[in-house]
Every structure is written in C-alpha cells, then in structure tokens.
C-alpha cells in the first residue's frame, strides 16, 4: 500500500492551503525583527544616543530572548496546538515592532526588544512542526525551503521599503508602518489555519486516509525515544545544535548588519542602500529552492548543508580581503555569501523529523533552533562591536567566516544514515552510528 502512496500525489491543496499561511507568518515575524538593523543605520542610534557597544547588544538582545523560550514554545505546540499561540503571537510581536519607533531611551528598548523575542520565540518552532504534521519524508525539504524563504524575500522587499519609508517619514514611523500588517494577519491566521489533516473540511477522507498511511510508514522504522531528556542527549541533536549555533552567528550577524557595512564601505544613501542590500536575498531565493530541490530528489540533506556554506565562507573572506579597495567587487561576493549562507535551511531542517519519533521532534527541533538562537545573538552582538569599534567590517568578515568553518567542519563530522537505511537504528543516545 505504502509502494502506491509513494506515487500517488497526495492532497495537493496542501501546498495552497498551509504553506501561504506558514510562509506570510514567518515572514511577517521575521519583517519585525530584522528591520533594526536599518533603523540603527537611520538615526535610531543617533536619536537615541546609542553608544556603538550598546547598538550591537540591543541588535542581539532579541535572540537571547528567541533561546531562552524557543522549547518551551515548541514543546506547547507539538502537545496543543499552533494556531491559538501564533494568533496571539502575531498581535502581541505588531504592537511591540510598532512600539520599537515610539520608545524615547535606551532602557525602554532593551525590553521591548527582549520582550519581541519572548513573543516571537514560538515562531520557527510552531512553523517546523506544522511542516512535519502536514507534510512526507520525500515533500520535506521543498516545505522547509518554502518557509524559509519568507526570510530572505521579507528581507529583499523590506530593504527598499524600509529605505523609502524612512526617507519619506523617519526611522520611528518606519517601525510603526510594518508593525500593521502582522496585526490584520492574525484575523487571516485564525480563520484559515487548521492544525492537523484530520480537521480539515477541504481534505477528503481517503486523501487524510492517505497520508496518515504515509505518516505511520515513516514513523514505523524510528527507533523509540521515551522522553525529550533523551532526544536532547543524542549525538545527531547536539551536532544539529552545535551546527546552527556556528552557522546563524554568520547570517545574523550578515542579515542584522549589511545595511550599516554597505553604507561603512560606500558614501551612497539609505534608499540606495536599501537597493543594494536587497541583492543578496533575491539570489538566496534561488539558492534556497534549489537545494532542496536537489535534497528532495537525492534524499541527501548532509551535501546541501555543507557545500553552500563553504561557498559562504569563502566568499565572506574574499570580501574582507579586497575590503573598500574594490567596492563592487567585495559586495558582489557579499551577495554570493548571502545567498550561500541561506541556501542549507531546505534540507537541514528535514534531518530531525527523519531521525526522530513524533513525540520529541518537535521539542528537538526546537532545542536545535534555540541553540541557533544563540549563535544568532553572538553574532548580532559581536559583527555590531566590532564594526563599531574598528570602524570597518573587516574583522567581522573574518569572525563571520571563522563561524562558518566551525559549522563546516561538524557538519562533515556528523554521520547521517544513507537513503534508503532506517534514519533511526543508528540513533544511539550519545553514539554515532
């Protein structure tokens, strides 16, 4: 039966019906955290008499917020539910991006900026495990890639945006202005979503039939994990972790701070500016579709995590090396960096699911993401120090590409069972296969 499934489109409107949803609400989180970093290159810091230190704590501040309540968020969603969290969410993240552009000190938004992160911390976990409930083994890494290219396409169209709109009105209206579309969204959530096949009145019964048949075959070869203690402990998460953590030190630290390093190696405005730091995600869109294309197609996650990001690395430290020597030169490989550093999330985030039982996947992932959370804090925090205390992007190129040679390295080492093999009899607690 499993051998007819596996040929048998299943339920295409779920591509239609989940992954718009999943997409908008990740890029509308992702809109409302990113879009500091074009306000601190605006005036905020200046307004605000930010010192250069205190600027890149509060660019970081968010993501330590994001790894302290990243498991908490994802273990809620795997036992209740996603849609009554993310519709409370969306209302809570608008009025605090809006509040962003009405704070008038320093201290005000520290808290508003480590309370967007509390808020905002259920996100990529709830949209993970929505993907793993709605979505097989083989379609995995395309809704993956999916998802995650609301971050690079938010980040495309908010580059110019945010230029014009803080041109026309200021950085204060800037945050206020793209704080609204979250909160009308949350109406749109709350009516459109539903969290499991099973409840959805535009699915037929033999379509649902289907694909839990598809599911329990999945599930049916994952060797039985008791507790999520036990998930936390296994070798496969704790690369998986220690891999996100490098890894997101390099594209926070790039997404949080491009605006601020074009402008450090250029003497053009902040439209222009916006121009120029959209280029990078609108390769990454490419970049990220094509590797899980490939992912999906090979059944191979390991190759797509660690080639795009040698890509990335080499690219950043090519950057540093010809520095403002060569203005386009070094930002036509920052763009390439960009999109590289992107291009993995398709199959990286497939790899959990396919190791682990439901009932600590959804916890796993988010552990490994909260740990990418981490990584992401450290390198808002230290790419913003070091810019402003050397006054160039140099050193935070090389501290950029020296994470991402650490991701590099535990990814080769991290030993993925072969397509075709059980992902889960190699799943020994603190052992590689």
Not at 71 to 83: F, H, L, M, Q, T
Not at 367 to 393: E, H, K, M, Q, R
Request: proline share 5%; aromatic share 14%.
């Amino acid at each position: 039966m499993f051998d007819k499934l596996a040929i048998k489109q299943l339920a295409p409107a779920r591509w239609t019906r989940i992954i718009p949803l999943v997409f908008i609400s990740y890029s509308l989180a992702f809109l409302d955290r990113a879009n500091y970093g074009f306000g601190a290159a605006a005036g905020l810091a200046k307004d605000l008499n930010i010192t250069p230190t205190s600027s890149s704590l509060l660019g970081g501040v968010f993501f330590l917020a994001y790894f302290f309540f990243q498991i908490p968020g994802g273990i809620y969603v795997e036992k209740r539910n996603a849609k009554v969290i993310m519709f409370w969410s969306l209302i809570l993240w608008s009025c605090l991006a809006a509040a962003t552009g009405l704070v008038s000190d320093i201290s005000t938004l520290y808290v508003v900026r480590f309370m967007l992160g509390v808020v905002e911390s259920v996100v990529m976990p709830a949209m993970l495990i929505i993907i793993s409930h709605w979505f097989t083994k083989k379609e995995r890494s395309k809704a993956n890639a999916l998802l995650v290219l609301g971050n690079p396409v938010t980040i495309l169209w908010m580059s110019v945006v945010s230029g014009y709109l803080i041109d026309a009105y200021g950085w204060r209206q800037m945050f206020v202005i793209e704080a609204i579309p979250s909160l009308i969204w949350a109406v749109v959530w709350w009516v459109m979503f539903v969290d499991h096949p099973k409840d959805a009145k535009w699915l037929t019964a033999d379509e649902k039939k289907d694909l839990e048949a598809v599911f329990v075959e999945e599930q049916k070869d994952l060797k039985p994990v008791k507790n999520y203690s036990e998930a936390f402990r296994s070798s496969k998460v704790i690369s998986l972790s220690l891999i996100h953590f490098s890894w997101n030190i390099g594209v926070y630290g790039f997404i949080m701070w491009l605006p601020s390093i074009i402008k450090s190696l250029s003497t053009i405005g902040i439209v222009a500016t916006g121009w120029l730091a959209a280029v990078p995600y609108a390769l990454a869109v490419a970049a990220l579709i094509g590797t899980s294309y490939f992912s999906d197609k090979t059944q191979n996650r390991k190759a797509f995590v660690f080639i795009p990001l040698i890509i990335g690395t080499v690219s950043l430290f090519g950057s540093y090396l010809i520095g403002s020597s060569n203005f386009w030169l070094s930002y036509f490989l920052l763009v390439i960096a960009g999109a590289a550093m992107y291009a993995p999330y398709g199959p990286f985030f497939a790899i959990i699911p396919e190791v682990l039982p439901r009932n600590v996947a959804g916890g796993a992932l988010a552990f490994i993401n909260s740990f990418g959370a981490l990584g992401s804090f450290v390198g808002a925090y230290i790419v913003g120090y070091l810019n402003g205390a050397t006054g160039s992007p140099s050193a935070s190129f090389v501290f950029m590409a020296g994470a991402l040679v650490v991701a590099i390295l535990l990814t080769l080492n991290m030993k993925v069972s072969p397509s075709g093999e059980p992902a889960a009899a190699s799943l020994a607690v603190g052992k590689q296969p």
